[in-house]
């Protein structure tokens, strides 16, 4: 079997190489002739809007998935006409467009930040006084790791504001006072089995994921299911899904849900019994779905804009290094590293060190 993939970034290598041992072959589209996964398996070259490239790549695959969810729907509905997609179109116009995320989050009764369709000044002034202050004016579209995002902290900040979108639609939220994020990566396959992973905590700064931590019966884990669940169902979804959530004492918000493997569950790698990868590329293809149980603790932290000294974090016990095969710009995501120990103390102790390490070399 041969699976294509919009994009050939991290994640599609992480991808291919959960689906080596399977027997599966690669063909990735990406316009960058350095892309990460380019080596490990057929590379198109080109924009993912070429309509030759995707003729030749929905000819080629058996089923096509992605690495991002901003696939222009044109492309989508192109490639859904010739060959299997998934996860399916829809999940990905949902994904694509926070106004539509939300709305849908509301459909299904997942609670959520206060929000408010925004496309004018004179909108925005208007829902400030529902939705209260402090919040954030985010772009509906092309927006991830915190880009196209503002504070608003007072009716002053609101023109400049409206100003850096730059026309373009936008959603205000009410900013959420968490005590901590969540997100919780489940996958389902065609026939309708569906696993969910056990939540993971995650730490962000500046609107980017930094560290994520696998957790053991944390209470957040049924709320987390029962909401992923209604959006896999509702969805008639295929493949691995994150979904993103804010841990007010206890209430769970939804924040957003990405139709793709997520950074979040990269410790599933060495920390479950089979990873994300290998459960999106088992659901795709409508293969029994593998036991996401938790192998001892695990955790993980992300290399932005810096690589790490590499025998300082194999140096640490339980660790585990994952290389992009990118090169290092600013605020870009080049590397990952995982600690997975069955001791509660030896883990925490490594985690704290890797931190350090990937924070010293970290320049955003
Ligand atoms: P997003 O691009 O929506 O995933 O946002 C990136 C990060 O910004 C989130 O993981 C949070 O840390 C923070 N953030 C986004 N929206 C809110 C909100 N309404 N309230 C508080 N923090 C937020």
């Not at 990406?30 to 309509?51: M, R, S």
């Not at 030749?56 to 006409?81: I, Q």
């Amino acid at each position: 079997m041969k699976i294509g993939i919009l994009g050939g970034g991290q994640l599609a290598r992480m991808l291919a190489l959960a689906g080596y041992p399977l027997g599966l072959k690669f063909i990735i589209l990406d316009p960058d002739a350095n892309a990460g996964a380019a080596g490990l398996g057929e590379h198109l070259l080109g924009a993912y809007d070429d309509p030759i490239l995707l003729a030749e790549l929905a000819d080629k695959a058996d089923v096509v998935t992605y690495e991002f969810e901003n696939v222009p729907a044109n492309v989508a509905a192109f490639l859904s006409s010739h060959t299997t997609v998934y996860p399916p179109a829809n999940a990905l116009a949902v994904a694509q467009d926070r106004l539509l995320e939300k709305n849908f989050f509301r459909e299904l009764n997942i609670r959520t930040a206060p929000y408010a369709a925004i496309d004018s000044l004179a909108d925005l002034q208007q829902a400030m006084p529902d939705i209260g202050y402090p919040a954030i004016l985010k772009s509906r579209r092309m927006g991830y790791d915190g880009k196209g995002q503002v504070v608003l902290e007072s009716a002053d900040d609101l023109p400049a504001a409206w100003q850096t979108m730059n026309g373009a639609a936008a959603i205000v939220e009410g900013f959420i006072a968490f005590r901590r994020e969540v997100s919780i990566i489940a996958a389902r396959r065609p026939s309708g089995g569906i696993v969910f992973y056990p939540v993971s905590e995650n730490r962000h700064r500046g609107g980017i994921l930094r560290v994520a931590e696998r957790r053991c019966d944390d209470p957040a884990q049924a709320g987390a299911e029962a909401y992923a669940r209604d959006l896999l169902e509702k969805l008639d979804y295929v493949g691995v899904i994150a979904l993103e959530l804010f841990d007010v004492d206890g209430e769970l918000l939804a924040n957003e849900f990405a139709p793709r493997v997520h950074n979040s569950g990269h410790w599933s790698i060495e920390g479950a019994e089979t990873s994300q990868f290998e459960n999106h590329l088992r659901a795709i293809l409508d293969l029994p779905l593998g036991s996401t149980d938790g192998r001892g603790f695990a955790g993980m932290v992300n290399y932005i804009g810096g690589l790490p000294d590499d025998r300082a974090v194999l140096n640490l016990p339980g660790s585990h290094l994952h290389l992009y095969d990118k090169s290092p710009r600013q605020g870009r995501k080049v590397a990952h590293a995982t600690i997975r120990h069955d001791d509660a103390g030896v883990f925490a102790d490594s985690m704290e060190k890797l931190i350090a390490q990937a924070a010293a070399v970290d320049d955003s």
